[in-house]
């Protein structure tokens, strides 16, 4: 019996460290910079470089596809950060994030999708890790999802090992949509994006109405950050106006929850956010580049007739001076 445990302990430190050995090679040969997730690492060090009181903008890639923070920064004359990276990532890695990453002073702006998950993909995080190992403080570690995790990325890297000259080449024809390089420095999609080529085939589901556990955690997120000096507003998403058509009914019902409940102000309704199809460019949440234009001038006007975000505004002026 003690031959048998023996032998069993070798066989599995051998299995491990052919399993190690493999997962390094392969990782040597398919590591990517131009990863679309690999961009949390650019935008913390953005975030890093700015001074003082800030507008940190944070949510799903609805922000990264419908926000100039560029034109928001020229019209307020404040320091702007677009955090925002993946609904896929889940409400509480997108609220820890901020917990890690606001000061004293900063205003937040928070954009999540419709009924967004609170746990998120966990292979996705993961995934956020390995470009921006700080990220696993943003979610819980989880044993069984990490060996699954990592036989799946394994494998994942294995048959992407045999193309990956031609990905590499792939690379520098310019920057691709869903990639490191789309982005500009102030974390915002930085391609022109024409009217949807797909526009008549976009998935428009059709919600079930739930009351959003993510409620509670806007709330609790709002409590902390007010203990941090820190002023948080709610937006509502972007949303194509066939989408909101098959789902306004769902959709009043959860805006009027938001309104009763959350602690956090909310800036406009979720009419305000909604757009004709042909400014969406692949997904109910990507608005192309014309929207994004109609997006940030709808938000920038609704920013400066809500008199709580003119003096959080006020207020990081007075920072400067």
Known sequence: MKKFVINLFIFNLICFCVF????????????????????????????????????IFSGGSNLVFGLNSRQIQSKFGIPVINLSMHAGLGSLFILNELKYSMKS???????LEYLLDSNGEY?????????????ANYYDIDLSEEIISEIDQLRTDFFSSFSVEKAIENRRIGPEIYSRSAFNKFG??????????????????????RYWEGIALLNDFYKFAHSKNVDVYFIYPCFPSSAYELNKEVIARIS??????????????????????????????????IGQINRTDKLVGLMESNSQVQNSILNIKNRMH
């Open 20 to 55: 190690l050995g493999v997962k390094l090679l392969i990782k040597q040969k398919v590591r990517s910079n131009n990863d679309y997730l690999a961009t949390i690492s650019d935008k913390h060090k953005a975030l890093l470089n700015l001074k003082g009181a800030k507008l």
């Open 105 to 111: 002073g900063d205003v937040i702006f928070l954009s």
């Open 123 to 135: 292979k996705l995080k993961k995934h956020a890790t390995k470009g921006f190992p700080e990220a």
């Open 256 to 289: 009027s929850d938001l309104k009763k409940d959350l602690l956090i102000e909310i800036i406009g309704n979720p009419i305000d956010f909604v757009f004709p199809d042909t400014m969406f460019f692949d997904t109910i949440y990507h608005l192309n580049s």
């Open 188 to 209: 915002d999609i930085n391609i022109r994006l024409s009217t949807s080529k797909i526009v008549n085939v976009i998935e428009r589901p059709r919600f079930s109405y």
